[in-house]
């Protein structure tokens, strides 16, 4: 599309979001209109997008995401921001590196170790340049008006010096250390992953009670019950409780733990729970993390029997290098045969996952870095609690309290390749040194003076990074000019599962590392607004592996981008959750194709839109339709204020379609004349006008493609100066518009009174277009003054003969009538039906209603059917029941009155 004006009648009669999409995206760049800083003297307004994996493609859930903080952003600029709408990617340490390895091996036979490292991480680099940036592609494609000069990449050079600072900073105040403590190991990627990275699945399996001899009493065994077998060869002892009088006698003394005929101790430990199993159970420290627990406080040693690839290790003895489930099936066959298992019960339970390998976690007793947390938790806690910190909806704030209020020190180290590399270097007797520059191999230790051998292998888990995106994107730890100006950020959109991997994380770096800023000001940004999650037709999460998941793309192409922005937003209320099925995206669609004939109707009637002269305005219907317009524009303003984005969508939906397309379009027909302009009333073309172009900014947001195709007709058609593009215009303003309550109310009684008239019709069998007598009798002289200040509008546009309104007015015999919202409205059937033949039609529809309810009553009435049918299909047939008993209620009604 030229960013000249456009001619206002070369309009189409269907909007085709393809003929415009692209040549708008086009035109917003070529005027970077979502640049930030070309607005010095304006107040700022910053959201940070939640970087997506490199790896990623757009989904439904970023596609929701996307729309909503772009509505946040274009509504700020249209109200006089300097929005910085940041982007960006996360360079996805496990997933990335998973998906070029199998890319690697599949098509070279390769392996990462066979390459060697260098080499490895040139491959990735070569991936990422080639497919990093599809999925910001894909926003683009959305209508995202992100800042695109801005772009950054958690992994770029500015990145890794912020991570180096913040990684060092940490180090000098001692809150880093290297430990050995039980993580959770995925065997298949090899690398440890934290605790906010593991999902849970209920899997069947079984529960295997296996017995101790117990040390010095020949005959005497201790059962213990477990759900993994192989894990007894790194028992060092066995639990009880204190208060268990089953075992008041053992507890000090030995068990002999089978196939490895070592020693081990029975402990009283309150933690265990007597009615699990018989009561004992096994300990295994290195396997577990409440024996870790419990180990500690009994002084038990740590046998680890697993290597990082899920085989067991030397420790396991005869079994060393069998695969842990091979090992099972063996250890079980042996201690069956030894008399040792007692029995094998069905169990069904909770078994962690990695949330990327999906392979079962195991805890491994391992050397990693960790980040203490709690002294950095204090003011991030503190921010929700003083208010400094909004969560919309509030009770996510106590799935972020929750979380810091409990939390544990964080792992950081991660056994990959593709990362930050953790900045700690080694002199030749294993001492560590943290430095935010490389240190080379020979150097003097800064402390000890001894030659540097080696660098950590290990990288920072990737939230390492991640953590720093709301300030290090801007230049931190620099004290830039872009860090100064839009720092701290004002509003955040994310989804729930991440408050405490990212979320909460944030908000600690924010509080630890902007020191350069008041304690006040440190937190990253005012409000975290957890947006719903998007749900396939049948209530299910989206997913590849459920082949359930709906492409924006595709939809977009099928669709256009407005139409799944507007459908996203009606169908998301806050709170929650949204079930989503392709066909849905037709209601966005048809609105988009509303709004479009609309305006085209405009600018083909009116010609020549004049300049808005509210003093000009006398009318009743005009004077309606710009009080609704105020009433409006306050109304999409407060919801976009307070992000109630779906109140926002409802109310523009019902402004455009319902008070713009259906009522005023239609009031106002009669005075735009003919085709060539004859009788023309130029107060009618400016108030369709004005009501066009500020429904237009009102939309924008929602739908700026839409928006800016049509503003681009208008611009030419108007006589007023209109600015270029509407999404560098302004908000619309109201203070010239006069919101009239009592004409408001006037002109929804007349409506009400048009509608009921038309159903009365419909109902009767009478013509839509055939004159009808109609009566109105109202409460009071009041509201019958209001309606005769419409009753032309009423009579034209219900094709009325005549019009009657009164309090105390005669009744027309035998007409059709409705009583709604305190008007009884009467349709006198006199000369307009042949009530034998209407009478007729009646029963025969009254036949066929009889007969559907006996078939639907049939299926209901049968147990078998509501028994075994799906609860879905049994659902239906009682709401079809529902549906026939009412319409034959209303046939029968309508039958009784012919009588």
Not at 220 to 226: K, N
Not at 524 to 550: C, E, W
Not at 650 to 670: G, P, T
């Amino acid at each position: 599309m030229s960013t000249t004006t456009t001619p206002a009648g070369d309009m189409a009669s269907r909007y085709d979001p393809q003929a415009v999409e692209s040549d708008i995206l086009d035109l917003w760049e070529s005027v970077e209109a979502s640049v930030a800083g070309k607005r010095p003297d304006a107040p700022t307004f910053t959201i940070m997008i939640p970087p997506p994996n490199v790896t990623g493609v757009l989904h439904m859930g970023h596609a929701l995401n996307g729309t909503l903080q772009d509505i946040v952003a274009r509504h700020r600029r249209l109200r006089g921001f300097d929005v910085l709408w940041l982007p960006g990617t996360d360079h996805a340490g496990i997933a990335t590196q998973a998906v070029v390895e199998k890319k690697l091996y599949t098509e070279e036979g390769k392996t990462r170790e066979e390459m060697g490292r260098e080499a490895f991480l040139a491959k990735i680099w070569e991936w990422k340049e080639t497919h990093g940036n599809q999925i910001l592609e894909q926003f683009r494609r959305l209508g995202t008006s992100v800042d695109r000069t801005r772009t950054r990449f958690t992994l770029e050079p500015t990145m890794s010096h912020a991570v180096r600072e913040s990684f060092v900073r940490l180090w000098k105040k001692g809150l880093i250390y290297r430990g050995a403590r039980l993580v959770n190991w995925d065997c298949v990627l090899q690398t440890a992953i934290s605790d906010d990275e593991i999902e849970h699945k209920t899997v069947r399996s079984h529960l295997w009670y296996l017995r101790y001899p117990v040390a010095g009493q020949p005959g005497r065994h201790v059962v213990v019950a477990t759900t993994r077998p192989e894990t007894m060869l790194g028992d060092t002892g066995v639990a009880v409780h204190p208060d268990d009088p089953r075992y008041g006698d053992l507890v000090g003394k030995s068990v002999m733990l089978p196939l490895v005929n070592r020693e081990i101790p029975i402990v009283a430990d309150d933690t265990v729970n007597p009615e699990f199993g018989t009561g004992a159970v096994k300990v295994t420290p290195g396997h577990d993390p409440a024996d870790y627990e419990r180990g500690a406080r009994h002084n038990l040693p740590i046998i680890n029997i697993l290597e990082r690839d899920g085989t067991l290790s030397e420790a396991a003895g005869e079994y060393a290098g069998v695969p842990k489930e091979k090992a099972r099936k063996t250890i079980v066959s042996k201690l069956d045969d030894l008399g040792l298992l007692e029995k094998v019960e069905d169990f069904e339970h909770s078994v962690p996952l990695s949330d990327r390998s999906k392979s079962p976690i195991e805890p491994l007793v391992s050397e990693q870095w960790f980040v203490k947390m709690k002294p950095l938790a204090e003011p991030a806690i503190a921010a929700v609690k003083d208010g400094t910190l909004e969560f919309k909806p509030a009770r996510w704030s106590k799935v972020y309290l929750d979380w810091l209020e409990n939390v544990r020190d964080w792992c950081i180290s991660r056994q990959l390749w593709w990362g930050h590399r953790i900045p700690v270097w080694y002199d030749e007797d294993g001492v560590p040194i943290a430095s935010i520059t490389d240190l080379e191999i020979g150097d003097a230790h800064p402390e000890t003076g001894k030659p540097i051998v080696r660098q950590d292998d290990d990288v920072l888990d990737t939230w390492a990074s991640s953590n720093l995106w709301p300030f290090a994107t801007l230049g931190w730890p620099e004290k830039t000019a872009d860090l100064a100006r839009y720092y701290p950020t004002q509003f955040l959109s994310t989804a729930s599962e991440i408050i405490y991997l990212w979320v909460a994380r944030m908000v600690m770096a924010g509080y630890e590392f902007c020191d350069h800023l008041p304690v006040e000001e440190r937190c990253p940004f005012s409000t975290v607004y957890i947006h719903a999650t998007v749900l396939d037709g049948q209530g299910r999460r989206m997913s590849k592996s459920a082949g359930n998941g709906i492409d924006p793309i595709d939809m977009i192409d099928q669709f256009g981008a407005d139409a799944v922005r507007f459908s996203l937003v009606m169908l998301t209320k806050e709170g929650q959750d949204t079930k989503l099925a392709p066909e849905k995206f037709e209601m966005g669609r048809n609105f988009v194709n509303k709004l479009w004939n609309a305006s085209r109707f405009v600018l083909s009637k009116a010609g020549t839109l004049p300049v808005f002269d509210a003093s000009a305005v006398a009318a009743v219907e005009d004077r309606w339709i710009l009080s609704r317009l105020a009433a409006t524009i306050e109304e999409v303003h407060e919801r976009y204020e307070s992000y109630a984005f779906n109140d926002a969508a409802q109310a523009l939906y019902r402004f455009v379609w319902n008070d713009v397309c259906d009522w005023y379009v239609e009031a106002v027909k009669a005075r735009l004349g003919d085709d060539d302009g004859k009788g023309r009333d130029p107060v009618a073309a400016a108030v369709l006008g004005r009501v066009l172009t500020d429904m237009l900014r009102l939309l924008h947001p929602i739908t700026p493609f839409v928006t800016e195709a049509v503003w681009q007709r208008v611009r030419a058609a108007s006589e007023a100066t209109l600015d270029e593009h509407i999404a560098l215009t302004s908000w619309p303003s109201a203070d010239d518009l006069t919101r009239d309550e009592s004409v408001e109310a006037a002109l929804d009684g007349a409506q009400l009174i048009v509608s009921t008239a038309r159903k009365l019709r419909q109902q009767s069998g009478v013509a839509e277009r055939k004159p009808a007598k109609v009566t109105v009798v109202v409460d009071d002289d009041a509201t019958a003054a209001g309606l005769e200040s419409a009753r032309e509008m009423m009579t034209r546009l219900g094709v009325f003969e005549s019009l009657a309104i009164g309090r105390d007015i005669p009744r027309p015999e035998g007409a059709a009538v409705d009583v709604i919202g305190g008007l009884e409205v009467l349709l006198d059937l006199e000369g307009l039906v042949d009530r034998e033949a209407q009478k007729a039609d009646l029963t025969r529809s009254l036949g066929k209603i009889e007969k559907a309810l006996a078939v639907v009553s049939g299926k209901l009435g049968n147990a078998r059917f509501t028994a075994k049918a799906p609860e879905e299909v049994v659902a239906r047939e009682r709401e079809r029941l529902a549906e026939l008993q009412a319409e034959k209620a209303r046939v029968d009604a309508l039958i009784a009155d012919l009588d």
